[in-house]
């Protein structure tokens, strides 16, 4: 049986914050025909036979903007899907928007992991990054979700901010830990084109803290979760025992995706694809049963390859070598065997049963080390 994953894209939120270049609209007017239209386009795809969706992820923009009725939409739709007992499905939210009935809802339709980005717990920090919700929201949010008997949970939190200290970033890992989430993601900023936040690095209105701050706050965070019980399985990403995602593993570990809503991506029959990012243009193509698709890549093997590497070791879990065999036909001992001596006397990879992974040292410069290994 073949494992899909499925991702839905919710391109709303409130407010735009200063640092995200994420696909994501104010005019919350469109939710209603939005979501019409992605049910339209979910119920439209046709798996086959030998199918399974195991992962389901709600992401954004901001998901929690949606109402019962939308919820249920969706779910309705993807009930025409063959959809796994076990299947792991988060919806990501902003906790201003995350309500005791909206959580009750959730978990009626079978949601069992919510992602919620609080980023910082200095109310300094997050007026930098132009967030519109309180630390104390949060916790009230993190309350409804549990109340929700939804127990899954993970916080996304930023590092390398304007304004940002060391002690911020202490003080946000120690609440995340006191709100007994299961996973953090923590998230080094990004200062993306076309931003509020990139114009004001620019004009030096804000300044971003020096490298060895950056380094220090990096260190501090895996330091203390590993101390609270959380082992670091991906670059940015931190889970309790057996709370890792599902979802993001999946992808990391090459395996097929679709994605569906303005601007998705999708991984599937060998093809790399997106929709279209002009919502009123994905509105119009599905009303008129027109395709939505483009940037239509086909993979090639090389790709298929180079793909595996790049995302496998930036996990624990490394990459497979007898897998790749298997896979892609290729045999990565023999063809970077210079590259994988000249790293394992480093201690900055491992090779146990057959596993190439990164140390805990090599996990600070798998950049380079994937660069040579591609
Ligand atoms: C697309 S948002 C969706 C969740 C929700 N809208 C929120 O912001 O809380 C997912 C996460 O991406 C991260 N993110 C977005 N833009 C980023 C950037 N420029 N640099 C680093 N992280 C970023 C934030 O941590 C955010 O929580
Ligand atoms: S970070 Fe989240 S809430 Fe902020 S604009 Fe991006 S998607 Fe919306």
């Known amino acids: 049986m073949k494992k899909i994953g499925i991702y839905i894209h919710i391109p709303f939120c409130r407010q735009k914050c200063k640092y995200c270049a994420f696909v994501s609209f104010c005019d919350l007017e469109k ?24 992962t389901i992820y709600i992401g954004g923009g901001t998901p929690s903007l949606l109402k019962q009725k939308h919820i249920e939409k969706i779910f309705d739709a993807l009930h025409t899907l063959p959809i796994a007992n076990d299947c792991e499905i988060s919806i990501e939210s902003n906790p201003n928007s ?15 992991r919510v992602s919620i980005g609080l980023q910082s717990a200095s109310k300094k920090v997050l007026k930098t990054l132009g967030r519109i919700h309180s630390v104390q929201e949060f916790e009230r949010a993190v309350k409804y979700v549990h109340n929700a008997g939804i127990h899954n949970i993970n916080a996304d939190m930023m590092i390398g901010v304007p304004h940002q200290s060391v ?14 989430v299961t996973h953090i993601s923590a998230y080094s900023l ?37 101390r609270f019980g959380f082992e670091r399985y991906e670059i940015s990403n931190f889970a309790k025992v057996g709370y890792e995602c599902k979802h993001n593993l999946h992808c990391w570990q090459c395996h097929e995706y679709v994605g569906f809503g303005v601007a ?12 279209v990012e002009d919502i009123d243009k994905y509105i119009s193509l599905i009303t008129k049963n027109e395709s939505v698709k483009e940037n239509i890549v086909k993979l090639t093997n090389a790709d298929k390859i180079e793909e595996y590497i790049m995302l496998g070791m930036r996990t624990k879990y490394g990459i497979d070598l007898v897998e790749m065999k298997k896979r892609f036909d290729y045999d990565l001992l023999k063809d ?16 146990k049963d057959n596993i190439l992974s990164c140390t805990s040292q090599g996990f600070y410069v798998s950049n380079s080390i994937i660069a040579d290994l591609i």
């Open 31 to 54: 939710i209603d025909k939005y979501i019409d239209c992605l049910c339209k386009e979910i119920i439209g795809f046709r798996a086959s036979e030998d199918c399974c969706v195991d």
């Open 98 to 112: 995350v309500t005791q009935e909206i959580a009750n809802c959730w978990a009626k339709n079978g949601i069992n």
């Open 167 to 180: 002690r911020d970033v202490r003080k946000t890992v120690k609440l995340l830990n006191n709100q007994n």
């Open 190 to 226: 990004i200062v993306e084109e076309n931003t509020p936040m990139k114009s004001m690095l620019d004009e030096k209105i804000y300044k971003l803290p020096k490298e060895n701050t950056v380094v220090k706050m990096y260190d501090k965070t895996c330091k203390m979760l590993e």
């Open 264 to 275: 998705a991506h999708s991984y599937f029959e060998n093809e790399r694809y997106s929709n």
């Open 336 to 351: 970077k065997n210079e590259q994988i001596k000249k790293y394992q006397a480093l201690k900055l990879i491992d090779i």
